[in-house]
């Protein structure tokens, strides 16, 4: 890339601070404002990687038309023109301020939320984002005509732009949110919003200052060299930053569907990807870029060995490194293309506009075309391909060698296609083929300078890795929804007699969520974290004198396992945010145990802290609280307020059970300090089983009871382990405006 010198004497550090000051602002805001208007949406969704990836979707696309606005402004009106209806745009989207959902919105239960979703952010924060959005590319089209000595060059403010947003996504988690509550949080905001409008101020009168007096000819000569770019061109920027947006949403999902469901953990794949952008904007990319080109095809290989082919006994952790270094060198090999092809400043504002078109398809096709097309989350590996599709040295031209890269691998899926259809139990060959495999990976090594053999062989043994391990899992049905990854398979365990039993297990992405023995004596039996040995199996025994005629509602479905507590004459409603989850607890194939136990329950789908909503008060003897052995907890149902409204629809002496089963939280230091707050009786039990029986599994629940007599019988009752709920002073109580789930990390 050549850039035309500039006849200049202008060499003032404060207009280079000045503008990145602006841009640095801008992109934290934008940062900022992501998770913190996640935050204040989490009481109508609940917590799941679909919220985030629609917002996403949201914010990439609002990017977009800031682009476009920045694009045909500064092409085709004079900088005085220029500064002129920027200044109105701005001052009409404070009329967006401050910070809040409109009024009386609630998202559809029967439906998938997307659009919903999608409006309610356009009328909540779309006028202030879009400004904010404007800046990166409007700001550095600016800063060319100001007439500084790097003027010709104005991409490394980019560096600026990406190094605000890194910094303001790592500091929402670990600084603003454990220190500050969502209300100041939207104060603080608004100050910023203020602050940046001053600065973009600043950067006006730069440009009137010192704009140029062949201002006029150079909008000539940008709309004559137009023609300069070609759709060859074009189209590869397009795909340049096309892969790396859909690969990190598809990482995003993919690590907390089948790696672990550690909360915040989307923010590692994000900050390497904002991290990639700095290092290619800056002064090190020339060097770096090269590097990088050549470790990614010898990292690959033990990428695609563990990751993909045969997945060693690793903690959860080593896969994830596994993970986020292939998403690293992908999205730097790419976004270092890029940087590259980066074109003369007449073009900045196309460029910055092909990127963000890029990256909102990405969004969209990760959002609204996988999810309908993949019954898991296989944009992931695609993109992986893609990837490898864009490292340096493609040669599209029609030839042999090239005819040849696309037919070996294409006979290499259709060999391991006839091999699964002749074969009647492949899984007896399963060492042979995994050894196979990974001698074919060796071989791509080979290929690494030629990108299409490369990566096509690539995706054929990510391919028949894939289909080997899909029928080694025995999954009997398996499906996506907005609300993540349900499968359901049969599993084998050894029982009494210590014969083989088929059993079926419910999971959602990793987490499993209940399970159920097949056998008609056995099918009644609730299992894994409600067995009857358990806390919830003492709970009832301990109760079942008295709880004949109680109303019980239950908050998470499952497999419907705790249904098979339910007697006649008491009145059950169940509560579950995913409809599949209903249709697959209620499919006899898969799970008896509603049929069975709960033919008589109620069904509210929808959010459950908007369901009790609904419900009248001193309802419920006893309140259920299931919505937390997956690992994504959902904040909201652990606030104050939240626990203020269970026993507002509790009677007198109700009791709350929550389950509190989780890999990587401690929960109950969150109970334990509202309930202090709240002036309520808490007893824990964390049970691990005493003797080794099918199917029963360590969990931790926690009751409440706004008497500490309603608990007493149980406390004292020799059927489990229940103790007084451990005291905590380091932390303060969650609320609907504070939560803080650093400081609950074991």
Known sequence: MSHHSQDTTDRNLSLIFLFAATLFTSAS???????????????????????????????????????????????????????????????????????????????????NPTFWLLWTLFLAIGLPFFVVSTTAPLIQKWFAHVGHHTSHDPY??????????????????????????????????????LLLCLLIAGCAFALWKNRQANERQEDIDAVADENNLS?????????????????????????STDIASVPLLWIIPLTLYLLSFVIVFSKWNDKI??????????????????????????????????????????????HGELAK?????RHLTTFYLIMSFAGMLGGMFNTFVAPFVFNAVYEYPIMIVAALLLRPGLKPSLNA?????????????????????????????????????????????LLRTRPVGFALT?????????????????????????????????????????????????????????????????????????????????????YGNSDQNWNIGVVGLGAGALACYAKDQQNWTLYEIDPLVVDIAGYPAYFT????????????????????????????????????????????????????????????????????????????????????????????????????IPLVVATDWVVMAKQAETLEPLRLSRLGNWQKMPLYFDMKPWTDDFTNIVSIWK
């Not at 010898?298 to 959860?316: G, K, R, T």
Request: net charge neutral; aromatic share 12%; proline share 6%.
């Open 593 to 692: 145990y509603l049929s069975q136990c709960a033919r008589n329950a109620v069904m509210r789908v929808g959010d459950a802290r908007l369901s009790l909503e609904k419900e009248p008060d001193q309802h419920f003897y006893f309140l259920i609280m299931d919505a937390f052995s997956s690992d994504s907890v959902p904040t909201h149902l652990l606030t104050k307020e939240a626990l203020e409204l269970y026993f507002k629809k509790l009677k007198p002496g109700g009791i709350l059970a929550f389950h509190m089963t989780n890999r990587h939280l401690s929960l109950k230091k969150v109970l334990s300090i509202n309930a202090e707050a709240l002036h309520l009786a808490a007893l824990i039990q964390e049970f691990k089983p005493q003797q080794d």
């Open 156 to 193: 490394y403010l980019y560096a600026a732009s990406n190094t605000g947003s890194l910094i303001a996504l790592l500091s929402y988690p670990f600084l603003l949110e454990p220190n500050i509550g969502l209300a100041n949080q939207k104060s603080y905001w608004g100050g910023g919003y």
């Open 458 to 542: 690539t995706g054929a043994i990510i391919f028949l890795a894939l289909g080997v391990h899909g029928l080694s899992s025995h999954t009997l049905y398996q499906e996506r929804t907005f609300f993540g990854v349900l499968a359901v398979r049969d599993a084998v365990l050894t029982d009494e007699q210590g014969k083989p039993e088929h059993y079926h297990e419910l999971f959602h992405g990793t987490t499993k969520h209940g399970a159920q023995r097949l056998a008609a004596n056995l099918s009644q039996i609730p299992l894994t974290y409600y067995s009857r040995p358990g806390p919830m199996g003492q709970l009832f025994k301990e």
């Open 231 to 255: 759709l060859t061109t074009k189209l590869h920027w397009l795909a340049l930053a096309f892969v790396p947006s859909s690969l990190l949403l598809g990482l995003t999902n993919f690590i």
């Open 289 to 334: 870029h090269p590097l990088m080109v050549k470790l990614q095809p010898l990292f690959l290989l033990p990428f695609i060995a563990y990751a993909f082919i045969n997945p060693a006994d690793l903690p959860y952790w080593a896969y994830l490194i596994l993970h986020l270094t292939a998403l690293f060198f992908a999205v730097k090999v790419c």
């Open 401 to 445: 060698g090239l005819a040849l890269q696309v037919i070996a691998p294409a006979l290499l899926v259709i060999a391991g296609l006839v091999l699964h259809a002749a074969v009647d139990d492949l899984l007896q060959y399963f060492d042979a083929i995994v050894i196979s495999l990974i001698g074919l990976t060796l071989l791509t090594f």
């Open 341 to 345: 092809l980066r074109p003369h400043t």
């Open 29 to 111: 805001l934008m940062f900022v404002l992501q998770p913190l208007f996640g935050k204040i949406l989490l009481p109508l969704l609940g917590g799941s990687p679909a919220v985030w990836n629609t917002c996403m979707v949201f914010y990439q696309s609002v990017l977009f038309l800031g682009y476009l606005y920045a694009h045909y402004l500064s092409t085709r009106y004079s900088q005085h023109r220029q500064i002129l209806i920027h200044t109105a745009v701005i001052l009409i989207s404070f009329l967006a301020l401050p910070l809040a959902l409109p009024e009386n919105t609630v998202p559809p239960t029967e439906s």
